[in-house]
């Protein structure tokens, strides 16, 4: 590496950091998660792993084995996929799909609601084609794994926004 293009490297270096750039990372900036242990109450639906994995990750939050260790607990209250038909061509054959994947959870800290319920919705589009129908459901189904991690990744960093739920006093009551 000759002089100039030291020089040229360090220059934009040093101008980059002067300006406050830096690298976001995998999960740009954290922010804590307002409780320090939870319990996924997600049983057998298949968002369960990917939830627990995205929580793992989190130095900030402990995973429980029982919910009454928890100060908070997770829970799936509905989870559904889709598949709907995008595009026909004109001999009436399907060219492509959409698949949705929708998730609402919903947290309780210390035995009260916390926060709204959380929903996630994600989408994908693939193309169909009758001569690789064994290939395209294995594309089907690596579609919807990738949109559980999408959503199981979306709701830890909701959680991290969430804001307990303040009941206001009726306006038209007297104190």
């Given at each position: 590496m000759n002089r100039?293009?030291?020089?040229?490297?360090?220059?934009?270096?040093?101008?980059?950091s002067a300006c406050g750039f830096h690298l976001r990372g995998v999960g740009g900036e954290v922010r804590p998660l307002p409780f320090s242990s939870v319990w996924l109450a997600t049983?057998?639906?298949?968002?369960?792993?990917?939830?627990?994995?995205?929580?793992?990750?989190?130095p900030d939050v402990q995973m429980v084995s029982q919910p009454q260790a928890?100060?908070?607990?997770?829970?799936?209250?509905?989870?559904?996929?889709?598949?709907d038909i995008l595009t026909i061509n004109r001999g009436g054959k399907v060219n492509e799909y959409e698949l949705t994947y929708r998730v609402t959870v919903r947290v309780t800290k210390n035995g009260v609601g916390y926060g709204e319920p959380i929903t996630v919705l994600t989408?994908?589009?693939?193309?169909?084609?009758?001569?690789?129908?064994?290939?395209?459901?294995?594309?089907?189904?690596l579609l919807?794994?990738?949109?559980?991690?999408d959503a199981a990744t979306q709701i830890v960093r909701r959680l991290a926004a969430l804001k307990p739920v303040v009941e206001l006093p009726d306006a038209g009551k007297k104190p």
């Open positions: 100039r293009t030291w020089l040229g490297a360090a220059a934009a270096a040093l101008l980059l049983g057998a639906t298949q968002l369960h792993p990917h939830l627990e994995r995205q929580l793992r990750f989190r928890a100060e908070a607990i997770l829970t799936v209250t509905d989870e559904r996929t889709a598949k989408r994908r589009e693939f193309s169909y084609t009758d001569s690789q129908v064994l290939g395209k459901e294995q594309e089907e189904q919807f794994r990738d949109m559980r991690e």
